[in-house]
């Protein structure tokens, strides 16, 4: 597979919180999604994740909350991103 790597990043947001982002460009869609996009961006707390995106192969787009995991519409890369740093956001530590 030819993937290109189009973004990996980590935002520390405080001593026990960071945000990790890693996104692929791929040369045609994994099983489950419409899109040319592997994904993972995750909100780990004290060592735990508790808010992870992804595209796992299989499962498609969807978000992870503790325990819960929810269909996600992917729109575009820029959509995925703001609608992620939205949850941060929103989140509560």
């Known amino acids: 597979m030819n993937a290109r790597l ?3 990043q ?4 405080s001593e026990n919180v960071f945000v990790e982002m890693v996104v692929w460009l791929l040369p045609s869609p994994l099983s489950g999604s419409h899109h040319g996009f592997k994904y ?3 909100l780990v707390v004290d060592g735990n994740c508790v808010l992870r ?3 796992e192969a299989g499962k498609g ?7 819960d995991e929810i269909p996600y519409v992917f729109t575009s ?3 995925l ?3 992620f740093w939205n949850d941060v956001d929103n989140w509560r530590f």
């Open 40 to 42: 993972r961006l995750a």
């Open 10 to 13: 980590r935002y520390i947001l």
């Open 77 to 79: 890369p820029k959509a």
């Open 61 to 67: 787009d969807h978000k992870d909350i503790g325990g």
């Open 53 to 55: 995106y992804d595209n």
């Open 6 to 8: 189009m973004l990996n």
């Open 81 to 83: 991103l703001d609608d």
